[in-house]
């Protein structure tokens, strides 16, 4: 068994590689040391010794991914994906970290639940799974979570959200952002007003009505955004803001920072990369919520992640069994799998583009993650300095690939890519100083 803090006596060299940090940017060609589970050096020249060569030309080497938003099903759920195969699917993603969303059975509403997803984490060793917590007992909505007891136990809690279901009670929401702030912990909010969008299958709009399919208005998260950030604003709580998907969204927080509200977001790559004309198709793949809204809202996003809006960006992994996507569209489940797709996708929609340049894309995957979610208390640093935690990817941006949902590592398959011809591929992955993938597979 491997543990997160075994110590690990073999030595990697990652030779030729552009070494990608935070603060820094990136590098020309170096070699990266690393030994005893830590980096022992960046610079040129080095010797490799007894150490095992990854041969790191044209690729770059930056910190494991974070990622802030996974369902990783475990308790409860283990037919979708379970803590094991999640973690297999994140390493080869290039994530080091995962934080996973806390709607499971039983819910992670307390520290026992909490400290087993941990253990479980910790016991596969193939990259750091930290649970959020909920904000209500069961998710329910009427009666607060021992937030205390979780940020206090084990697992250390940092966020905690409803995930999957909005928290409707203004007070109940004010309630917690009261709580959030008296133990600096922050409050993840799925915004969604539920009488707008209940029983929603698509976006609300030409093709809603064109296919027949009762929409969900994007007025829905508008409202539920427009209601956190107001509360946010009253309490001094941070609100961290999960998967938006509207320009009108963008806009709410693009001027509550003007404000000065403590509020940070993210999007999903699924939507700055689809847009609803694509359900003309009724691929239950493209089912998800929020759902996939207008080309126009895409460009939003778009110009959110360029103006630096848009702080983050989280995958929303959300698997499936394949019964469960495989039936009619309203009865289909929301979601989609993303782990090993993303760093593709950003690379392709994203960057190649010019919407972000290589470091700020790579910045929203890592430094910006980790800082909103406290990593430094982990050790889980982003600079690549000497001594830090060796957590790396090594991916080569130019690297052509077809996405083959078959090769997934995760346990469900639902994807809307599969087919896609995409750009960027991880070569390697290093977590606490052990090779778990190598020339895109696992050890």
């Known amino acids: 068994m491997t543990y997160w803090g075994a110590a690990v006596a073999e030595g990697i060299l990652i030779k030729g590689g552009r070494a990608l940090a935070f603060p820094g940017g990136l590098t020309g060609e170096v070699d990266i040391m690393v030994d005893d589970g830590r980096i022992k050096a960046v610079e040129k020249g080095i010797a490799a010794g007894v150490a095992t060569v990854i041969d790191a030309s044209s690729c770059v080497v930056a910190p494991g991914l974070v990622e802030m938003h996974a369902h990783l099903r475990e308790p409860g759920m283990e037919y979708k994906e379970d803590i094991a195969s999640g973690s297999r699917a994140a390493a080869r993603g290039g994530y080091?970290?995962?934080?996973?969303?806390?709607?499971?059975?039983?819910?992670?509403?307390?520290s026992s639940v909490a400290e087993y997803v941990y253990d479980?984490?910790?016991?596969?060793?193939?990259?750091?799974?930290?649970p959020h917590g909920a904000i209500t007992l069961g998710r329910g909505?009427?009666?607060?979570?021992p937030m205390g007891e979780m940020a206090a136990c084990r697992a250390g809690v940092m966020g905690f959200s409803d995930d999957g279901a909005p928290v409707s009670d203004s007070e109940m929401m004010r309630r917690a952002m009261e709580y959030a702030c008296t133990i600096g912990t922050l409050i993840i909010s799925h915004s969604e007003e539920m009488s707008l969008s209940g029983g929603g299958q698509m976006n609300e709009g030409y093709y809603s009505t064109f296919l027949g399919l009762r929409g969900i208005p994007p007025e829905a998260e508008q409202i539920g955004i427009y209601r956190d950030i107001c509360l946010a604003e009253k309490t001094g709580a941070w609100l961290h803001l999960a998967h938006v998907s509207t320009s009108g969204s963008v806009e709410l927080v693009r001027g509550a920072k003007r404000r000065g509200v403590r509020v940070t977001c993210e999007v999903a790559p699924h939507h700055f990369s689809l847009d609803d004309s694509m359900l003309v198709s009724y691929d239950t793949n493209l089912k998800m919520n929020p759902p996939l809204r207008s080309r126009g809202d895409v460009e939003a996003l778009l110009t959110g992640?360029?103006?630096?809006?848009?702080?983050?960006?989280?995958?929303?992994?959300?698997?499936?069994?394949s019964h469960e996507k495989e039936t009619e569209f309203d009865r289909a489940q929301f979601g989609v799998v993303g782990l090993e797709t993303c760093l593709a996708l950003v690379l392709t929609k994203v960057?190649?583009?010019?919407?972000?340049?290589?470091?700020?894309?790579?910045?929203?995957?890592?430094?910006?993650?980790?800082?909103?979610?406290?990593?430094?208390?982990?050790?889980y640093g982003t600079a690549l300095t000497e001594g830090d935690d060796a957590n790396l990817v090594v991916f080569n941006p130019?690297?052509?690939?077809?996405?083959?949902?078959?090769?997934?590592?995760s346990r469900s398959r639902n994807t809307p890519y599969a087919?896609?011809?995409?750009?960027?591929?991880?070569?390697?992955?290093?977590?606490?100083?052990?090779?778990?993938?190598?020339?895109?597979?696992?050890?």
């Open 419 to 443: 087919g896609w011809n995409v750009r960027g591929k991880v070569l390697h992955t290093v977590f606490k100083g052990r090779l778990v993938v190598t020339d895109g597979e696992l050890v």
């Open 120 to 130: 479980r984490g910790v016991n596969e060793g193939l990259c750091m799974v930290l």
């Open 398 to 409: 130019e690297y052509e690939w077809t996405v083959d949902p078959g090769e997934f590592m």
């Open 305 to 321: 992640l360029a103006d630096g809006t848009i702080d983050v960006i989280a995958t929303d992994h959300a698997p499936h069994a």
């Open 351 to 379: 960057v190649d583009p010019g919407v972000l340049s290589l470091e700020d894309a790579i910045a929203r995957l890592t430094e910006a993650p980790a800082r909103i979610m406290d990593m430094g208390r982990w050790g």
């Open 141 to 145: 909505g009427e009666t607060l979570a």
């Open 96 to 110: 080091s970290a995962v934080f996973c969303m806390p709607n499971t059975e039983p819910t992670i509403d307390n």
